[in-house]
């Protein structure tokens, strides 16, 4: 092997790797990992939706939830640290209709990647705060599947290459919500019609199923309890013959109680499933169900 050639291996020896470090830095910097950059880098808002991305996108996609365990959506603000990892994500997936009450000031930072609006499409009813519209739309299966799609379509524009993947996967799991819909429907068909939850988080859910939702708050679940509001409430359930009052995961339980004993009956749990657990949507879902059937079948 003469001098030149020796000298050209070696040129290239050296070359290759420098290289190598300038393309990982600069990648390293617009995205998580060089790893990671084949993938969708996603963030989803609340549990639910990180449910359905994850479905969705499984192994094409990194999602990162933002809201951490235990805390409620409603309740949560993002820290300089959130708000830089939502800086280098390429979709925000968001419920929409005000629950996200920080998507705002995030948009005037001139975030570069797409905010996915997960209830386009679903026709919002008013919530009882005045100027507001009821975001609880992921209670009602029908909807759900509406948001499903939302995110499988936004997975597709952002990554085409991966579209029959996405719609594949989404079209899998909409088929489990289908599922979901018809039992409860059949299930609750015969059933009474009035039921008391803590909060109006419900509103979606009664309407899809022929269901009267009458609550202790109106408004989200940190509202306030007055004598008024308990009195009214006994009165209605007794008139009703009601025995079942519901109350939510996270919530002091005393108010509820104390509206069962006066009606002689007890307390279960309708989980609004905002906070975050290792039960799937489906599962939740499914116990809401039983729950429900307990009270009015």
Known sequence: MNLQIKLAIIAISIVIPLSSIVVYGTNYDQRFTIDENSKLQVITSFNPLHEFSKNIGQEKVNAILLVPVGVEPHDWEPTIKDVQRMQKSDLIIINGIGFENWVDNLQETKYSGKIIDTSNGIPIRNSNDEGSGDPHIWLNPVYAKIQVQNIADAFSQSDPENQQYYQYNAAKYIEKLNSLD??????????????????????????????????????????????????????????????????????????SNIIANEIGGKVLILSPLEVLSDETYISKMTQNLENLKEALC
């Open 182 to 255: 018809s039992k409860i429907r059949d299930e609750l068909s015969d059933c009474n019609r009035d039921f008391v939850s803590f909060h109006d988080a419900f509103s979606y859910f009664a309407d899809e199923y022929n269901l009267n939702q009458h609550t202790i708050i109106s408004n989200n679940s940190h509202g306030e309890v007055t004598a008024k509001t308990l009195e009214n409430i006994i009165s209605t359930s007794r008139a009703l013959d009601i025995k079942v009052i519901f109350s939510e995961e996270k919530i002091d339980t005393r108010t």
